[in-house]
């Protein structure tokens, strides 16, 4: 058989056949393994990225416990402080009411002692009082008895000093 520009039938299918062994080969030798060593590489590192995303949401749980831990603390500060300053509150109320108390005490003594002082002064006042009086009516009766005898003798009344 005399084709046209000299073509080969025979030739025209041993050429599609080693092609078409060639490729096959290719695929099962080259195209195949290269496939799954692709496929398991991006798995790897597919499973690498998961394991990150993993740690990393751990790491942000962690966070966000730390946080609450921080915050629980900060709150617990603050509810320490609060209690120390309403226990200096109240121990200043406590020493401000028995100084109250001390200074009311001082003051009723101080108003007795003054009672005292002044039922004493009167006291002593009217003993004073009573001795001058006495004093005095013993020099005015030795004086009005001295005078009544002036008078009795007819005489005028004169003064002894």
């Given at each position: 058989m005399?084709?046209?520009?000299?073509?080969?039938?025979?030739?025209?299918?041993l050429?599609?056949?080693?092609?078409a062994?060639?490729?096959?080969?290719?695929?099962?030798?080259?195209?195949?393994?290269?496939?799954?060593?692709?496929e398991?590489r991006?798995?790897?590192?597919r499973g690498?990225e998961?394991?990150?995303?993993?740690?990393?949401?751990?790491?942000?749980?962690?966070?966000a416990?730390?946080?609450?831990?921080?915050?629980?603390?900060?709150?617990e500060?603050?509810?320490?402080?609060?209690?120390?300053?309403?226990?200096?509150?109240?121990?200043?109320?406590?020493?401000?009411?028995?100084?109250?108390?001390?200074v009311?005490?001082?003051?009723?003594?101080?108003?007795?002692?003054?009672?005292?002082i002044?039922?004493e002064?009167?006291?002593?006042?009217?003993?004073?009082?009573v001795?001058?009086?006495?004093?005095?009516?013993?020099?005015?009766?030795?004086?009005?008895?001295?005078?009544f005898?002036?008078?009795?003798?007819?005489?005028?009344?004169?003064?002894?000093?």
């Amino acid at each position: 058989m005399n084709i046209p520009l000299n073509i080969d039938w025979q030739q025209i299918l041993l050429h599609w056949m080693n092609l078409a062994i060639l490729t096959g080969g290719l695929y099962f030798l080259l195209y195949d393994p290269v496939k799954r060593f692709m496929e398991k590489r991006e798995a790897y590192y597919r499973g690498l990225e998961e394991q990150a995303a993993g740690k990393l949401r751990e790491a942000e749980e962690l966070k966000a416990a730390y946080q609450a831990r921080l915050d629980g603390a900060e709150e617990e500060i603050h509810q320490a402080r609060a209690k120390a300053q309403a226990a200096v509150q109240q121990s200043v109320e406590e020493q401000m009411a028995q100084a109250r108390q001390i200074v009311a005490k001082a003051k009723e003594e101080a108003a007795s002692s003054r009672e005292q002082i002044i039922k004493e002064s009167q006291r002593e006042l009217r003993e004073l009082t009573v001795a001058a009086v006495k004093k005095l009516t013993v020099k005015a009766d030795t004086d009005l008895f001295d005078q009544f005898l002036d008078l009795a003798e007819g005489g005028t009344p004169h003064e002894n000093h």
